[in-house]
């Protein structure tokens, strides 16, 4: 919740620069007031209720203010490194997210390069379509055992697989954009007797815009669920590892601290990719 | 062999679609002199749009030959410019990019950096859009769209320039505004100009020449009419004129009369 503060806090301050001070106040108290005081309201509830029913002492699951006191040692010093896989929660989650980084990065572009193809050509589509239809619902934990075998290393099979999640949906809705890119620019393109280099960076990019950036987001919200499972098998640094690491030694509390800071890390991403869709697709959708 | 500047020469189209063939152009012949204002006329679904996007080169005739300037059409290009009736500007460029765009494709060697930067703007001052260069389509009104359409059209310097229903989706008094100073334009760079209408005013009071369609399928030619009106013209003193009123009835005629749209559903 603390994220959802902060993100909300932040696009507000934006809108208010132009004004004076105290209608920017008057503002961002009501934009806090409409906004924040809601999340937070029920966040409490949602605590008490949970502190009310775990309290008793035969509960399997501890209640939150002993989920803090166990975990304040990691919340306080998320930077400590003691070697080996003993190494504080900021390490854990930027392990995972560099790993993410690869695998997404992969995906990004061999998905819209492969979304322009399908798009493009009617054949190719007819060829690859169906196949991509049948591998898109193959669970992301399935790819594991096989590009284990193929690298024989952990690392690269982790980034596979959050390169195999997240391809689909950005392959699937690059094509999509392209297909629908209005004949007027086509039109437009061949009046002007624009090359395909040109045609490809100056109307089909922009005009698919919309349509890959909703693909891409859907993307990055399936690599940060698929990192945190192949994390789990693979071992090693990561917040994956860490969650299942907390089990075998019981830290239940532990567990609780680390997905709440994956929920926070994917809530993040999502907005991140949210926030670039806006910026580049900027007037695209108008006419 | 055809002498003059356009010639359109026993065009014929058909479009097949699943194994039915239908017949939508025949035998379209038209021959247009350089400087010359033509509008083609008839009612919706006659193949006017046709005719005009293989002149553009975006549809190839299925027999039959454009000649432009001596050479065969073949293929779209920027000698043949377009301006589409729902402006087809690329929202994601401003105004002044929307320009740019065909400048730089179609001058990008002949002429340089500063040169391109100023007959961009020159066409968009041509059309009274210098003061929204940087506005993005969707920021600025359908008539100032139109504008830039039609700035974008000309800055490629056509040998010839296709207006497709041009001032159809705009309000009246936008029309009246843009038809005015497609005639300035015209006055000023005697372009050859094609247009496609449904509007009998807008023709008489454009054009050299109408040519009249007859109603498809396999749709032709029907009447072309010369429009012997002094220019520069004007739409108020014309009102009153008797010459202008006999042209627009025999526009009329031809539309209501002669080739009454049968109430199909």
């Not at chain 1, 392959?171 to 061949?190: K, L, M, Q, W």
């Not at chain 1, 860490?242 to 926070?264: E, R």
């Not at chain 2, 073949?74 to 087809?88: K, T």
């Not at chain 2, 765009?101 to 002429?111: Q, Y």
Request: hydrophobic share 45%; glycine share 8%.
């Amino acid at each position: 919740m603390n994220a959802n503060v902060k993100i909300e806090a932040e696009s507000a301050a934006p809108l208010s620069t132009a004004s004076r001070v105290p209608a920017w106040m008057a503002r961002l108290g009501r934009v806090g007031l409409h906004n924040l005081l809601p999340p937070i309201a029920i966040t409490l509830l949602f605590l008490l209720v949970w502190e009310m029913l775990c309290s008793s002492p035969a509960s399997a699951l501890p209640p939150p203010t002993q989920v803090f006191s166990d975990t304040w040692e990691l919340i306080a010093n998320p930077f400590y490194d003691n070697g080996g896989n003993d190494v504080g929660m900021a390490w854990q989650i930027l392990a995972s997210l560099e790993r993410v980084a690869y695998g997404y990065a992969l995906a990004v572009v061999a998905g819209v390069g492969l979304g322009v193809l399908v798009g493009q050509s009617t054949w190719a589509m007819r060829g690859l379509d169906p196949i991509f239809q049948v591998l898109r619902t193959v669970p992301p934990l399935a790819w594991l055992p096989l590009s284990l075998a193929g690298f024989q290393d952990s690392n690269p099979s982790a980034i596979f697989v959050i390169f195999i999640t997240a391809i689909w949906p950005i392959i699937i809705n690059t094509s999509v954009g392209i297909r629908n890119i209005p004949e007027d620019y086509r039109n437009v393109a061949r009046v002007l007797r624009l090359n395909g280099i040109e045609y490809f960076v100056k109307i089909m990019l922009p005009a698919a815009a919309p349509y890959i950036f909703s693909g891409l987001r859907i993307g990055v919200g399936l690599s940060w669920l698929a990192i945190v499972a192949a994390e789990m098998l693979v071992g090693g640094v990561g917040i994956g590892f860490f969650i299942w690491d907390a089990w075998n030694a019981s830290l239940i509390s532990d567990i609780v601290l680390a997905l709440v800071y994956v929920g926070i890390v994917g809530f993040i991403l999502d907005r991140l990719v949210a926030w670039a869709g806006r910026l580049v697709t900027r007037g695209t959708s108008e006419g | 062999m055809s002498k003059s500047y356009l010639s359109i020469e026993k065009v014929f189209k058909s479009f097949s679609r699943g194994g039915v063939t239908s017949q939508v152009l025949s035998d379209i012949n038209l021959q247009v002199e350089r400087g010359q204002y033509i509008s083609i006329i008839g009612h919706s679904g006659c193949g006017k749009s046709t005719v005009l996007n293989i002149v553009a080169g975006l549809l190839d005739a299925s027999s039959g030959v454009v000649i432009l300037d001596g050479k065969e059409v073949s293929g779209p290009g920027p000698d043949r410019s377009l301006v589409f009736q729902n402006h087809s500007l690329l929202p994601w460029l401003t105004v002044y990019e929307n320009v740019q765009i065909a400048v730089d494709k179609v001058f990008g060697r002949s002429k340089s950096r500063s040169e391109r930067d100023e007959w961009i703007r020159h066409n968009l001052n041509m059309v009274h859009m210098g003061h929204a260069l940087d506005k993005r389509p969707g920021e600025i009104s359908g008539g100032m769209k139109q504008r830039v359409g039609i700035a974008r059209a000309l800055a490629m310097q056509p040998k010839v320039l296709l207006l497709d229903e041009p001032f159809g989706a705009l309000d009246a008094l936008t029309r009246a505004h843009l038809q005015d100073e497609v005639m300035r334009i015209q006055a000023e760079l005697h372009n050859t100009v094609i247009m496609i209408t449904h509007d009998v005013d807008e023709a008489v009071l454009l054009s050299d020449r109408i040519v009249m369609m007859t109603n498809g399928p396999s749709a032709a030619i029907g009447e072309i009419l010369d429009i012997d009106l002094p220019r520069p013209r004007d739409r108020i003193a014309l009102a009153e004129d008797p010459k202008y009123n006999q042209y627009r009835q025999a526009v009329l005629r031809f539309l209501y009369e002669k080739q009454r749209k049968k109430a199909t559903a």
